[in-house]
């Protein structure tokens, strides 16, 4: 069975620095990866995926993960946090019957 | 531009009332799914349907039902509403074909029994 584990049920950062979302994972086989966010009374949207092939994945609004398989990780950064990126975000695992498993969540707050 | 959408943003029923969520999507996506969304817990799948008339359990399935009579509509049933059942309700879609992974979500129904 697949599972994911987001390390941080909160992380706050002022405005202009680094933002660093953890996720472990939990795979039988080369899992596909994703990070979804949710603004407030705003539905899911996909940040990014990985689905093996390049281990550094590029989204949208400068986010990006890195698969790294020796560690079962796939943490999301941002090398500078703006006001609009305060939101929830998930990190979720896909299994081959194109089910999806999520994380607990990572509410991101952002100082201005 | 793809979209899913659901009937109600927000909904508030009684204890044993039957609530029906609708959900249709416009992509022509043969997987559907359902999900509840509770603080600190994610989101956690209820019911997901691969085709017409053909239903799977998810991890969460107890006190609910779902109907798939048309490709693009996935009904989520609660047969008897209880307070437990209070939560936001997620509905999704996909694809299978091609590397399309992404499931789109709609914008969710805040469901509050009372």
């Known amino acids: 069975a697949q599972s994911v584990t987001q390390l941080d049920s909160h992380v706050s950062v002022s405005e202009g620095t680094p933002v660093l979302l953890r996720c472990n994972y939990s795979?039988?086989?080369?899992?596909?990866l994703f990070w979804y966010v949710q603004h407030p009374n705003k539905g899911l949207q996909l940040l990014l995926k990985y689905t093996s092939a390049a281990t550094l994945v590029k989204g949208i609004n400068g986010f990006e993960a890195e698969f790294k398989k020796s560690e079962t990780s796939f943490h999301l950064t941002k090398p500078s946090a703006h006001m609009s990126d305060a939101a929830e975000y998930f990190c979720?695992?896909?299994?081959?019957?194109?089910?999806?498993?999520f994380g607990a969540g990572t509410t991101v707050t952002v100082r201005a | 531009d793809v979209k899913v959408t659901q009937s109600s943003r927000y909904l508030v029923k009684r204890t044993g009332e039957k609530v029906f969520l609708e959900c249709v999507q416009d992509?022509?996506?043969?997987?559907m799914f359902w999900y509840r969304q509770d603080p600190g817990l994610g989101l956690r799948l209820i019911y997901f349907s691969y085709d017409v008339k053909m239903k799977e359990k998810g991890d969460i399935p107890e006190g609910y039902s779902v109907s798939r009579e048309k490709k693009e509509r996935f009904s989520l049933i609660l047969e008897s509403a209880s307070t437990n059942q209070t939560s936001m309700y997620l509905c999704?879609?996909?694809?299978?074909?091609?590397?399309?992974?992404?499931?789109?979500f709609g914008p969710g129904t805040r469901l509050t029994v009372t």
């Open positions: 992509m022509d996506h043969e997987n």
């Open positions: 979720v695992v896909r299994s081959n019957d194109y089910k999806l498993s």
């Open positions: 795979s039988s086989y080369s899992p596909s």
């Open positions: 999704a879609s996909t694809s299978p074909a091609g590397n399309s992974y992404e499931q789109y």
